[in-house]
């Protein structure tokens, strides 16, 4: 089947913003989620969008979606080192998840 | 927030012997969990659907008799890897399905090392 794609590796100056893409597969997918996993941890719920909206904020974290294109981004404002960590984005699989592969974020001082 | 555990978080068994994973729900019910593997630098694969009071629902390629999954109750579902090999060795996570339908919370993840 298809893969949810992401670019594997991005690296940006603290306080930077950073923007990490996702193209998904499922154009029915009602949900779309943005996961962090920080080293030998599980996986931590950052936000999510309904599949009706084309924008969500969330304190530093804003979401975009482009329905048409299969596109979803992440954008992390006034990046920190703390938010160093693998990024993965998901599509709704039934009630399971379809994770892209993860995009490695590095932020450097 | 809702809480999943998982025990144990790291194991290391010799090849030929079976690996029990627990999975559970802290501070919710529910009815159905999932469980995922991640080999390193790679993403989440679902392994299969398991059902409270039912059989699990295995995706394509995963062996049921050599991942046993049980639910036996609305909080817990157990994965156990059986005759574990060298290429079994990964990184187990299950996740469990919250009352609301966007709703899943993830365990901290098991990681498996077989000898």
């Known amino acids: 089947g298809e893969d949810v794609e992401q670019s594997l590796f991005l690296s940006v100056r603290e306080g930077d913003s950073s923007v990490i893409n996702c193209t998904y597969t499922?154009?029915?997918?009602?949900?779309l989620y943005w996961y962090k996993q920080e080293p030998g941890a599980g996986l931590q719920l950052l936000t999510y969008i309904f599949s009706n909206m084309d924008m969500k904020q969330d304190q530093r974290l804003t979401v975009l979606l482009n329905k048409k294109d299969k596109h979803l981004s992440l954008r992390i404002a006034d990046t920190q080192t703390g938010d160093s960590a693998i990024y993965f984005c998901a599509e709704t699989h039934g009630y399971a998840l379809n994770f892209g592969k993860g995009t490695s974020l590095l932020v450097t001082p | 927030g809702a809480v999943v555990s998982q025990h144990p978080s790291r194991v290391i068994c010799k090849s030929g012997t079976s690996v029990k994973i627990e999975c559970r729900s802290l501070d919710f019910q529910a009815t159905t969990m999932f469980w995922y593997r991640q080999f390193p630098k790679q993403s989440l694969m679902l392994m299969a659907t398991?059902?409270?009071?039912?059989?699990?629902?295995?995706e394509q390629g995963v062996e049921k008799d050599k991942f046993l999954i049980n639910h036996a109750s609305l909080t817990l579902s157990t994965l156990t890897v059986t005759s574990a090999h060298p290429e079994d060795s990964s990184f187990y996570i299950c996740?469990?399905?919250?009352?609301?339908?966007?709703?899943?919370?993830f365990g901290p993840g098991t990681r498996l090392t077989v000898l």
């Open positions: 398991s059902n409270e009071g039912s059989k699990a629902t295995y």
């Open positions: 499922d154009s029915s997918s009602t949900y």
């Open positions: 996740s469990a399905r919250g009352t609301s339908y966007n709703e899943q919370f």
